[in-house]
């Protein structure tokens, strides 16, 4: 009997090619975006899981107050000063470990590398198992022990045979291979983070402690991105029961002042979900969003084949009454039409394997991701969904079509009057719906993206060339050298050096306050260290007093003895202050700290600069302290002139050789800088895109297949009407009208709920675009024109037929 319902099944497809094509590639690509949703969430969920303690091991991060102002909610690390506290005195720990990153010089040979390194604690290789080639887990052991990957050694010696190799750093320091492993596998937090380099090798924190003096023990300074506290307990633990066990050795240790201030609590992650605190630091939910946009783009490619499923069973009333007639009964009729409904399902999820394994592999190739079909594990997921979708599609038209008496099938009367075209207005209006709220999403992150570009445009961006890897003594105390030579090019305008750049995500602050020592009025100010000419470099505007002067002694913080030191800075900073003007603010002093020091620091405006968000893309603006200081600088700057010669950058390679040839250059121009970020935002545009078009697309193909089947059926209708004098356009407007109202109606609820979601993500920037209304206007008359089009174009095919042709239909 089932083989026979499936030999039904298929002829029925046979017979309405159009409809059965419609019905199967639009469930087969709403099955696609929904198992790639998915197959991609359970990807960066499950990071890590090829460790044998990956269940036990933990990363510690941190919740921030809001009071800390650096532009995310959350980190994923926090201070090392915590790693050994929690060694001490949690009981179900088993082991920690931290580590640092931090960039140097490497030498091997003649041969010199810009890398990252990982300080870690020799307990890291205990908490992780590695494949080693050579050396065991005891390499960090040893105080200048060094850990390679393979392609790192590769790279470096040409071989991987090299324990026992020397690497130096920065020209100074010597650390000798004692470890190398195999590469670690790219679905690992160490190599698939968004924002930090991948790991290549390890170095001992005790070797770190050497070349930097790094505290060990009591670092409560440092808290970058990227770092990470590791504990490994004895047993799998809730992380809610961890969280809650670590915040109490976080309570005891942490001062208020810095928990009200800074950061209130710390937050815990599982191993295998350490590759997407990323998105929880930014308060993106992404991860979800794409397994909710997913299951959307499905929902309308259900309703898609139960609109159309159900106006096609119109077409089958008559061979219902009939089998009822003869004997079947209502649940034979139920399982035939399910059945269908099922092998349609089936085919479409076979057609939906296909386009997964054309498009897993471009998604890896473009996202350097390693993103798998496991079909041995997915098989419940793919049956199971095959047979709900197909429940589900197939469910109200079999319903619809087996409930009535033998004599209404034979007379047809679930296809007369209001009461057959309320369901399927309804079908249409809930895929418009999901589709013009998809649509006004995708143009609402679009415009605001673009925002957020036009707005870095404050900047020369394609004009300055930064030169990275500075941080180094021998390379600032030759800082003027380079100048003078890079100065002597044609194409250079101004060269200038500094701690941070535009757009670079970093935020040193400082307390400042109006009145020496008055703690109650303190405001929060980023300070950026910087070198003469950087306003010059960077076109930022003096709005009152001067800039820095190669003429005052006093700008040139070089001794901090006396306490004292010129600064500019910006409108935000001096409103904070309390001053009424800019030019109220200069000559004026205000105070604050200076480094580790208790005693107050005076600064003495000589400058007041223009408002401009350093930081960008999703930061709020921000009080700004400039210090002429040499010491901290991490970036050079070039402006080059505009129409320079295509040998610019050849000739500022050459400069630099010839004033530091022992250290490579390293160099790209500040939009660079700024679309490693950008390109985030841009990428999930680019998704939410591809959802949000692929639904409508399918809202359209199931409005032309449902269009072209009512308009079929009502043939003989429209001929009558042309016998009687209906004109073409008349005929076209009435059919047009009719599909219409649905599409209409679903703007009334699809628009404010695009508001309210977009609300949302537009409350993530501090600089946000001001027509949000408009456009969400716009996505919903772009849909109303689509479907217009689609509409149109069978009734005015069916409008121009032969009203003889017609009328002798059927």
């Given amino acids: 009997m089932f083989q026979n319902y499936i030999k039904i099944a298929i002829r029925a497809l046979a017979k309405n090619k159009l409809y059965a094509a419609i019905n199967v590639i639009g469930l087969a690509i709403g099955l696609t975006v929904y198992l790639f949703g998915g197959i991609i969430a359970e990807y960066e969920r499950n990071h890590d899981t090829m460790y044998k303690n990956h269940q036990r091991i933990y990363t510690v991060g941190s919740v921030l107050s809001p ?26 720990l088993d082991t920690v470990a931290r580590t640092i990153r931090r960039g140097y010089l490497l030498t091997i040979a003649d041969n010199h590398f810009h890398e990252t390194l990982r300080f870690a604690d020799k307990e890291l290789l205990s908490i992780f198992d590695f494949d080693y080639i050579s050396g065991d887990a005891s390499a960090l052991a040893d105080p200048k022990g060094l850990v390679l990957t393979r392609e790192t050694a590769i790279k470096f010696f040409g071989r991987i045979d090299v324990v026992g190799e020397t690497v130096m750093l920065n020209h100074e320091h010597d650390l000798h291979v004692t470890a190398v492993i195999e590469e670690i596998p790219q679905n690992s937090h160490f190599n698939s983070s968004l924002i930090t380099d991948a790991i290549t090798m390890f170095a001992p924190l005790e070797a770190l402690n050497r070349i930097e003096d790094w505290d060990l023990a009591g670092n409560w300074n440092n808290i970058s991105t990227g770092n990470h506290v590791y504990v490994m307990t004895k047993e799998s633990m809730s992380t809610a029961d961890l969280n809650r066990k670590l915040n109490a050795i976080f309570d005891r240790h942490v001062e208020a002042e810095m928990k009200e201030k800074f950061m209130t609590s710390l937050s815990v992650r599982q191993l295998k979900n350490t590759n997407a605190s990323f998105w929880d630091m930014v308060g993106m939910p992404v991860i979800e969003t794409i397994q909710i946009l997913g299951v959307l783009v499905l929902l309308i490619a259900i309703v898609n084949y139960t609109n159309l499923a159900t106006a096609q069973s119109i077409g089958r009333a008559k061979e219902v009454g009939l089998r009822k007639t003869l004997g079947a009964g209502r649940g034979q009729l139920m399982t035939q039409f399910l059945t269908e409904s099922m092998t349609i399902a089936f085919i479409s999820m076979i057609l939906a394997i296909v386009f997964l394994e054309l498009l897993v592999p471009l998604f890896n190739g473009a996202t350097d991701k390693v993103v798998a079909i496991k079909y041995v594990a997915l098989l419940p997921w793919l049956l199971s969904t095959t047979i709900i979708v197909g429940l589900i599609a197939g469910a109200y038209p079999s319903f619809l079509i087996t409930k009535t008496t033998p004599i209404d099938a034979l007379r047809d009367v679930n296809g007369k009057g209001a009461k057959g075209n309320f369901f399927r207005s309804l079908m249409i209006g809930t895929q418009f719906m999901l589709s013009i709220f998809m649509l006004a999403l995708v143009m609402i992150v679009f415009f605001q993206n673009e925002k957020v570009q036009q707005s870095s445009d404050i900047y020369p961006k394609d004009e300055v060339l930064l030169l990275e890897k500075m941080a180094v003594e021998s390379i600032r105390t030759r800082e003027n050298t380079l100048r003078n030579e890079l100065l002597q090019l044609d194409d250079v305008r101004s060269v200038t050096f500094a701690a941070q750049v535009p757009f670079e995500q970093s935020n040193s602050q400082r307390e400042v306050s109006r009145i020496k020592g008055e703690k109650n009025s303190d405001v929060q100010a980023n300070v950026n260290e910087v070198d003469h000419d950087f306003l010059t470099t960077f076109d930022v505007p003096l709005i009152a007093g001067r800039d820095f002067s190669r ?25 904070k202050l309390g001053f009424a003007t800019p030019d109220d603010a200069v000559g004026e002093t205000f105070w604050g700290e200076q480094g580790e020091e208790t005693e107050s620091f005076q600064y003495d405006i000589v400058g007041v600069m223009e408002d401009q968000n350093l930081l960008g893309l999703h930061n709020k603006m921000k009080a700004w302290i400039f210090i002429n200081n040499p010491e901290p600088h991490r970036y050079g700057a070039i402006r080059i002139r505009k129409g320079a010669s295509a040998n610019i950058i050849t000739e500022i390679e050459e400069a630099w050789k010839r004033v530091l040839p022992d250290y490579p250059i390293q160099h790209r121009f500040l939009d660079g800088l700024f679309n490693q970020i950008y390109q985030i935002y841009k990428t999930m545009n680019g998704v939410l895109a591809g959802f949000a078009g692929l639904a409508l697309l399918l809202a359209l193909i199931g409005l032309f297949g449902l269009a072209a089947f009512m308009a079929r059926s009502r043939t003989k209708e429209i001929g009558i009407r042309k016998v009687m004098g209906a004109s073409l356009p008349q005929i076209v407007k009435l059919l047009l009208w009719q599909f219409s109202k649905p599409v209409m ?9 695009a508001y309210f979601t977009s609300n949302m993500y537009l409350q993530f920037f501090a600089e946000r675009i001001d027509l949000q209304i408009p456009i969400i206007f716009m996505s919903g008359i772009i849909a109303v024109g689509l479907a217009w089009v689609v509409i149109a174009l069978h009734a005015f095919k069916v409008a121009s037929a032969n009203p003889i042709s017609a009328l002798r239909y059927e």
């Fill in 551 to 575: 003429d005052v002694l006093g700008d040139e913080r070089r001794d901090i003895e006396n306490r004292r030191a010129n600064v500019i800075v910006n409108e935000l900073l001096t409103k």
């Fill in 67 to 92: 009071t800390a102002n650096i532009g995310v909610s959350q980190l994923d690390n926090t201070y090392s000063a915590l790693g050994p506290l929690i060694g001490a005195e949690l009981e179900e």
């Fill in 745 to 753: 109606w679903a703007i009334i609820f699809a628009l404010p709920l």
